[in-house]
């Protein structure tokens, strides 16, 4: 009985991988590749296509390689480029013939970001569907680092640090769990062809389980969980809210051609379970950091043994980088929320006005609420900016490296974990003690 359940789990697991159904997902929402008419040998049979959870990450266009950048493994961005031709079979099994009379206005289009380790710009693809194209893009950004710069200061300054600050320490270790687990699977996007990629921005990082998932799912369900009955609205509406997002976040992965349908649900499962780890304990955590005199070193060691053990799973990758960017992150807000509380600042509301209630929305609090969050961004990414254009210079001076290839620099470990974690220790250290003070000196508190 056991066994008969573990053989119809794997099967199970093993259609849920297959790029076909990522591919046909695309189809329906519009999206067609501009592959080569005539396919290669090695895209039929038993390939590595039909078993893409076997198979190991490629290093598309870089050194030494000898795939070309592309698209995928068998994309050349440099060979003619076509639609479906009349003889096709669509991903879902139609006729292309039978569609052409119907086809809507299409759109070529490229991924609007170059890889960040290869530099591979992609191929282009065809959009039939230009509100689906906007919509799951918008999905996948709410995964991105420029969602996260804007999103935790703004719920920090404007609205609750006290969720916020938590969220930080949930969506760190979120993402350590999920870009560790990446580099011990190691498995690899879904083939292309069939799938488009319309994202290449992560192309060569391994792919299970989504991280984008992960914490496009951690983020609103602890953002609901931090703040129902400590804020006063209907259990239903948080729910919903939650849910649509995270839904959004992991079914735009699948339209990016980034991951499989296996990917993401292990994704959003795996970050309920680390959810469910954290949520009696995020509390006791969050006090700790506040008052334990000795608070500050147990964050720093404890947050760069992880990133060393990260950053020894596997060779260079942009999944260690960003593993080392949120540790970072984490050890200079919890350092910041330290400081913080020893001062006396951004003291919590007391438990007796709880539930708390949005004030008013008149046209002056929504001007100061614009005024801190752009002053304070501002201060965050000229933060960012001047440290990078220290830091990376410094370091390979120190180790005797070459500065003129910051992309070749970075690939060295004694380079990008230090970096990673200068930086991003001052950046989040910024957000949450520094960027209040300058509003208090600029009286917008």
Request: with cysteine.
């Amino acid at each position: 009985m056991a066994n008969d359940f573990v053989e119809k789990f794997v099967r199970l697991c093993n259609h849920l991988q297959h790029p076909r159904h990522v591919a046909r997902f695309q189809y329906v929402c519009g999206v067609k590749g501009t592959f080569p008419v005539k396919p290669t040998e090695s895209d039929g049979g038993d390939s590595e296509t039909e078993r893409p959870g076997l198979r190991k990450r490629v290093q598309q266009g870089g050194p030494g390689s000898d795939v070309p950048a592309g698209n995928g493994a068998t994309g050349d961005a440099t060979s003619p480029q076509v639609n479906w031709s009349q003889g096709d079979v669509t991903p879902d099994g139609s006729s292309a013939a039978a569609a052409a009379d119907v086809e809507p206005v299409t759109t070529r289009a490229k991924p609007l970001r170059r890889n960040s380790l290869t530099g591979d710009v992609g191929q282009e693809f065809l959009i039939q569907n230009k509100f689906l194209f906007y919509l799951f893009t918008f999905g996948t950004e709410l995964g991105n680092e420029m969602f996260f710069i804007a999103f935790f200061p703004f719920l920090f300054w404007n609205i609750d640090a006290l969720v916020s600050r938590r969220l930080i320490v949930v969506w760190a270790w979120n993402l350590f769990v999920g870009q560790s687990t990446k580099d011990m699977v190691r498995w690899s996007r879904p083939a292309s062809p069939p799938v488009v990629k319309v994202e290449v921005f992560y192309n060569s990082e391994y792919s299970m389980p989504s991280t984008h998932a992960m914490t496009g799912t951690a983020i609103p369900f602890c953002l609901f969980m931090l703040t129902y009955e400590r804020w006063q609205y209907s259990f239903l509406f948080g729910f919903c809210v939650a849910l649509s997002w995270s839904v959004l976040v992991c079914v735009s992965r699948i339209y990016m051609g980034m991951h499989s349908v296996l990917e993401v649900i292990t994704g959003f499962l795996y970050s309920l379970l680390i959810l469910a780890f954290f949520q009696p304990i995020l509390g006791k955590i969050d006090n700790f950091y506040m008052t334990d005199p000795f608070a500050p070193l147990v964050i720093i060691v404890s947050h760069v043994s992880f990133g060393l053990v990260a950053f020894s799973l596997d060779s260079w990758s942009t999944s260690r980088g960003d593993t080392a960017q949120a540790l970072g992150t984490g050890v200079g807000a919890a350092i910041g929320t330290h400081v913080n509380h020893q001062l006396g600042l951004l003291l919590d509301p007391p438990l007796s006005s709880l539930p708390l209630t949005l004030p008013p929305i008149t046209a002056g609090l929504v001007v100061l609420a614009l005024l801190r969050f752009f002053i304070g961004v501002a201060v965050i990414l000229v933060t960012r900016m001047v440290m990078k254009a220290v830091t990376i210079p410094f370091l390979c001076r120190v180790f005797g490296l070459p500065s003129d290839d910051v992309r070749q620099a970075r690939q060295h470990m004694k380079v990008e974990l230090p970096y990673r974690y200068i930086v991003y220790s001052v950046v989040g250290f910024s957000c949450v003690c520094v960027v209040p003070l300058i509003f208090r000196i600029l009286n917008l508190v």
